[in-house]
């Protein structure tokens, strides 16, 4: 199956656009630590597949397949394209390995527990080339070093933007924000 065609008429000119972008950000990434680039360039096509969908849609379809979701992703549309296009990733286009799908259903919120093959497409999604926000080059500077400091700097980053527009921060947010200092401090790196 061609994701990248597929994606291309799923997804608006802008959205898919930036799943390129992840894609070639995850690729890159996923070879320079160590990790599957062809998966990572997969990953990165397909992670925002059910972005598309309203707010109404990903939670009738959270329900239908019996998500267990907390209240917060609940409310958060923005969270739960994540965990809704991971289950449609297996149900509808067959994808069964769980290494994207874990990554895909936790690429907006992070854990404390990431495998480097999630935390790839995390950063990727958040440094790919299209993104540009005061800050990105840096957290891209980063990325070319060391793994771990870049996504401190982007959880950081999403944490205060979340905060400074009122909303609900994620428990898992914060979760993997702390398990990235404890690691960093370990290593000796802060």
């Known amino acids: 199956m061609n994701y990248t065609s597929l994606m291309k008429e ?15 950000a995850a690729a890159e990434l996923a070879e320079r630590y160590d990790e599957d680039s062809e998966k990572a360039y997969l990953a990165g096509i397909v992670h925002d597949y059910a972005k598309s969908l309203s ?3 990903l939670l009738e379809v959270a329900d239908q397949m019996q998500l267990p979701l907390d209240s917060i992703t609940r409310q958060q549309h923005k969270l739960l394209h994540a965990p809704v ?8 286009l067959g994808i069964s390995d769980p290494e994207i799908l874990k990554a895909v259903a936790f690429h907006t919120t992070g854990h404390d527990r990431m495998s480097t093959f999630e935390k790839v497409l995390y950063l990727a999604d958040y440094i790919e080339e299209n993104r540009q926000f005061e800050g990105v080059e840096k957290i891209r500077k980063a990325a070319e070093k060391d793994l771990e400091l870049a996504l401190l700097a982007a959880i950081d980053m999403a944490i ?3 905060l400074d527009r009122g909303l609900m921060l994620h428990p898992n947010s914060v979760a993997f924000r702390n398990s990235l200092l404890k690691k960093l401090a370990a290593e ?3």
């Open 188 to 190: 000796n790196k802060l």
């Open 55 to 57: 707010g109404r849609e």
């Open 160 to 162: 205060q933007s979340i």
């Open 10 to 24: 799923k997804l608006d000119h802008e959205l898919f656009r930036h799943c390129l972008g992840t894609a070639k």
């Open 85 to 92: 296009g991971a289950v449609l990733l297996e149900k509808e």
